[in-house]
C-alpha cells in the first residue's frame, strides 16, 4: 500500500521559513513527478511547486524565489524548503505523487503551515 506522509508544518512568523518533507512508502512502479499543493481556507487549491523524475521544476509565480523544491529519488524524500514566508502562504499543504504506467495520483494527508505575528 502506497503512503506518503509529510512533516515539518507548523507555525512561523512572518519572514521565516520551514522545511517540509514528504517520504513515500509502499510500491511505486515508477514516480513520474511529484509535488507540493496547497489549499488555504475560502481558496482552491494550488499547485505549488512540482520535480519531473528528470529533475525538472515548476512554481507558482508567488513563490517563486523563495520557495525550493528538491527530492531525493533513491529515497522517495520529496522537500519543499520555504524561505521569506508571507501570511498569504498559511495553508494546508499536501504532498502529490504521479507514478505508474497509468499516472495515478497519491496524496498525503496534509500539513499544516501557518505564518503569523
Known amino acids: 500500500q502506497v503512503q506518503l506522509v509529510e512533516s515539518g508544518g507548523g507555525l512561523v512568523q512572518p519572514g521565516g521559513s520551514l522545511r517540509l518533507s514528504c517520504a513515500a512508502s509502499g510500491i511505486l512502479f515508477r514516480v513520474h513527478s511529484m509535488g507540493w499543493y496547497r489549499q488555504a481556507p475560502g481558496k482552491q487549491r494550488e499547485l505549488v511547486a512540482s520535480?519531473?523524475?528528470?529533475?525538472?521544476?515548476n512554481y507558482v509565480d508567488s513563490v517563486k524565489g523563495r520557495f525550493t523544491i528538491s527530492s531525493n529519488n533513491a529515497e522517495k524524500v520529496v522537500y519543499l524548503q520555504m524561505n521569506s514566508l508571507k501570511p498569504e502562504d498559511t495553508a494546508v499543504y499536501y504532498c502529490?505523487?504521479?507514478?505508474?504506467?497509468?499516472?495515478?495520483?497519491?496524496w498525503g494527508q496534509g500539513t499544516q503551515v501557518t505564518v503569523s505575528s
Open positions: 520535480i519531473s523524475r528528470g529533475g525538472q521544476t
Open positions: 502529490q505523487c504521479r507514478a505508474g504506467p497509468d499516472d495515478y495520483d497519491y
